[in-house]
């Protein structure tokens, strides 16, 4: 019966490693679901504008070009697999990035589209780009 208890033994091993693995997922899981949301609220914060100055903010520090995906409109808040102009903004300058200016959208045809169709008719997606900045807010000084 040497064999028996061997193979118990292999078993048990296994369940407990397979314990060990669903608790490390769902660790991963809490972290990933954690720096979703916290993205979110960082996205859902940005300005998004097609125009170059952003109101109530007249100084502002231009960080750099941004692209991401997109709706037609750059200013929306549509989610899509891959990040959209929101959160790649977020991504590439971190928290010094208070709004994107100049926003536009563009049509990407894909590779099997027809030229010939409307976009949005055809296959390919929408990208946007814009320019992320800095509000300068100064403090009020005394006269």
Not at 127 to 136: L, M, N
């Amino acid at each position: 019966m040497p064999e028996a208890n061997e193979v118990k033994k292999l078993v048990l091993l296994g369940l407990m490693l397979a314990i060990a693995g669903c608790a490390a997922a769902k660790k991963e899981e809490k972290v990933v679901r954690a720096r979703d949301a916290s993205m979110d609220a960082a996205a859902q914060k940005l300005i998004v504008t097609r125009s170059t100055t952003v109101d109530g903010h007249p100084k502002v520090t231009d960080l750099g070009p941004v692209q991401g995906r997109c709706g037609n409109d750059p200013t929306g808040q549509d989610t899509f697999a891959r990040e959209n102009l929101r959160e790649a903004a977020i991504r590439q300058y971190g928290d010094k990035v208070n709004a994107i200016t100049n926003a536009y959208g563009y049509f990407v045809v894909g590779n099997t589209a027809s030229l010939e169709q409307e976009p949005g008719s055809s296959e390919g997606h929408f990208e946007c780009s814009g320019t992320a900045v800095h509000f300068d807010e100064t403090a009020s000084s005394t006269k």
